[in-house]
Structure formats: structure tokens, C-alpha cells
């Protein structure tokens, strides 16, 4: 079994997802009382928040690599970045490590191909619907993205970051997701990745009719199959 290195922290709340997932996995997986091999290096999310916000992603891609390499050194054969905004950084993470990263965007990719969804609609912090790192990553799989209107990527973003990062759920906020889930669909989505590692805690499969794709869930399942050779 490989060791999976994980780079977590961005928020720690999606970060235990990540870990019960890759160990619910791999006893599934080989039975018994196995579990997952793991080395997490956690960050403190204030400090990525902020240069978020000024757009220090120069000073970002430092950080991780920095993580990664510590990863590495600790005797990881792979990464899986936690957190699909950061993942804007990943090539340059890669540049500077000598093992592979499991790109979360390919992870999801794959899983939408297999299941034949071609347009899909897109929810995620501002930066992961708004910029390009993301969606050309899925469009190079033949899989075309639809994001939410001005208004409602704001809206996806704030309840991100004020409240799924701080562990807080709300009724309202589910609606308000809900909402713009059907949004999506009426412009043409065969299915919505929910695209921020944090989102599976509000809205789930069973709110909707529309196929939902938990990209921190898929990420976990593809790291479980390369920890076991199994890809």
C-alpha cells in the first residue's frame, strides 16, 4: 500500500472528510481492520485565506511547495491537494516535487466520463468558477462548464467562506444552493460538481433530482485506488 500524502488544512473541516473517506475506502477495499497510510500536513487556513484575498498566489504556491516537500521527505509516494481552489497553484507544486499529484480536477473529470455526462455546472469559491486553472482542466476532457450568474457566484463564495469553512450550516444557505443548483440545470447541466471540498456538508445528493458529483468524495475514492496500484 503507498502512502498518500495529503495536504490539508484548507479548511480542516473538509480535511477529516478527506481522511474518513480514504480510510472507509480502503477497508472497503481490502476488509478487516485495514486502514489508509497517511502523512497530513496541515496549514493554518487564516494565513492561505488572507493571501487569497490579496492575491498573493506567488507567496500560495511557496507554501504548499514548501508542504509538499515535507511531504516527500516524510516518505510520501503521492500528493492529493485537499481543497480544489488550490489546486490553481498545483503545477507549480509539481515543478518542484519528484512525486506525482493526484489533480483533484482530473479525478472528477474521469468520473464524469464514465458516467457520460458531457455539460455540467460548476460550484465553487469565486476563483475556482471564475478563473481558468479549473474549468479548461475539465473542458481538455471534452466536458463543457456552466457556472452561476454574477449574483449567485458571489452568493456560492460567501457561504463558503463565512460559513462551510467555519463548520456553520444553515437551512437557509441549503435553499439558497439549492436554488442555483436548479439554475444550472435549466441552462442545460446534465449534473453539478459541487466543487469546493467544504459544500458536500451542506448539500447532498438527497436535496435534488440533479446528479450531484462531491469532488472531495471522488478525490478520496482515486486516492484509495492509487495507494493500491489499482488505476
Known amino acids: 500500500m503507498k502512502m498518500i500524502g495529503m495536504l490539508g488544512g484548507m479548511s480542516w473541516e473538509s ?6 473517506a480514504v480510510n472507509e475506502g480502503m477497508k472497503q477495499a481490502l476488509g478487516g481492520l485495514h486502514s489508509a497510510r497517511v502523512l497530513l500536513y496541515s496549514v493554518d487556513f487564516a494565513e492561505i485565506e488572507a493571501l487569497q484575498q490579496q492575491g498573493d498566489w506567488d507567496r500560495l504556491a511557496e507554501i504548499l511547495t514548501e508542504a509538499a516537500r515535507c511531504l516527500e521527505a516524510g516518505g510520501a509516494d503521492f500528493l492529493v ?5 488550490m489546486h490553481k497553484v498545483a503545477p507549480r507544486v509539481a515543478q518542484d516535487v519528484g512525486i506525482p499529484i493526484l489533480h483533484l ?5 474521469a468520473t464524469l466520463k464514465a458516467d457520460g455526462v458531457t455539460r455540467v455546472g460548476l460550484l465553487g469559491t469565486r476563483f475556482t468558477m471564475e478563473e481558468s486553472f479549473y474549468r479548461e482542466r475539465l473542458e481538455a476532457q471534452g466536458i463543457s462548464v456552466v457556472v452561476p450568474g454574477t449574483a449567485d457566484r458571489q452568493r456560492v463564495h460567501d457561504i463558503i467562506y463565512a460559513e462551510l469553512c467555519r463548520g456553520v450550516i444553515k437551512s437557509a444557505s441549503r435553499e439558497a444552493y439549492l436554488g442555483i443548483i436548479n439554475r444550472l440545470t435549466g441552462e442545460g447541466a446534465e449534473a453539478v460538481i459541487l466543487g469546493c471540498t467544504e459544500i458536500g456538508m451542506l448539500v447532498r445528493q438527497a ?25
Open 15 to 20: 480535511t477529516q472528510t478527506y481522511y474518513r
Open 81 to 85: 491537494i485537499c481543497t480544489n481552489t
Open 105 to 109: 480536477a482530473d479525478a472528477t473529470a
Open 207 to 231: 436535496d435534488t433530482l440533479t446528479p450531484l458529483y462531491d469532488t472531495t468524495l471522488i478525490h478520496a475514492q482515486q486516492a484509495v485506488a492509487w495507494a493500491l496500484n489499482r488505476v
